[in-house]
Structure formats: structure tokens, C-alpha cells
């Protein structure tokens, strides 16, 4: 079992920054993949992105390549997406995940575990 924790979330004007972070227990952080996702009101969740366990390849969603970027930090346990450039259609519940894998990312994982999210909300 893999526990998740994000934090980080808030309100944000449109064209700011914010860092979310998510903390890992449980099992070898580093036998993981992990991801990001959100999900707006009335909308499916979606995929926003990945890194792989050792953070050599990454994956992004074309809405957020280029504003956000994923990192991990394997002593730590934790992995952080940092975004940047904020729209009002960034404003979601943003999710952490974690999928059993120890092969390069270059789409979107398939999270064996999840946490319980964090609201993200940007403002105009």
C-alpha cells in the first residue's frame, strides 16, 4: 500500500505561480512512477503528467507543456509539480499517483495508487 499526501494548493491570480507537492509512504518511493493529475467540476479527470522512478523521462498533457514542470526527490519521498503561467482552465482538483513500474514515462501513467487532491483555483 501506498499512502499519498498533496499540499500546496490555494487561490492563484491567472499568470501566477504555484507549487504542489505530494509525500509518499508506505512502499520503495522509488520503485514508482508518479504522476499528476485534475479534475474541474463536471469534467473527467485527466492526465496532466508524469515521471518516471528515476525522473530521467518525463510526460506532459499539450494543455500544461511548456507552464508546468514535474520533478521527484527519491530521498524525500516526494514529488512536486511546479506551475506556472496559471489559467482559469487550470482551475481543478489536482491529484497525485502512483503507478508500480520501473520503465521509462512517455505518456500518461496508470496509478495504481491516489491521493485525496488538492483545489487549485485561479483567479482572473
Known amino acids: 500500500q501506498v499512502q499519498l499526501v498533496e499540499s500546496g494548493g490555494g487561490l492563484v491570480q491567472a499568470g501566477g505561480s504555484r507549487k504542489l507537492s505530494c509525500a509518499a509512504s508506505?512502499?520503495?518511493?522509488?520503485?514508482?512512477?508518479m504522476g499528476w493529475f485534475r479534475q474541474a467540476p463536471g469534467q473527467e479527470r485527466e492526465f496532466v503528467a508524469a515521471?518516471?522512478?528515476?525522473?530521467?523521462?518525463?510526460a506532459y498533457a499539450d494543455s500544461v507543456k511548456g507552464r508546468f514542470t514535474i520533478s521527484r526527490d527519491n530521498a524525500k519521498n516526494t514529488v512536486s509539480l511546479q506551475m506556472n503561467s496559471l489559467k482559469q482552465e487550470d482551475t481543478a482538483v489536482y491529484y497525485c499517483?502512483?503507478?508500480?513500474?520501473?520503465?521509462?514515462?512517455?505518456?500518461?501513467?496508470?496509478?495504481?495508487?491516489w491521493g485525496q487532491g488538492t483545489q487549485v483555483t485561479v483567479s482572473s
Open positions: 515521471i518516471s522512478w528515476s525522473g530521467r523521462s518525463s
Open positions: 508506505g512502499r520503495t518511493f522509488s520503485n514508482y512512477a
Open positions: 499517483a502512483a503507478q508500480q513500474s520501473l520503465r521509462p514515462v512517455q505518456a500518461a501513467i496508470r496509478p495504481d495508487y
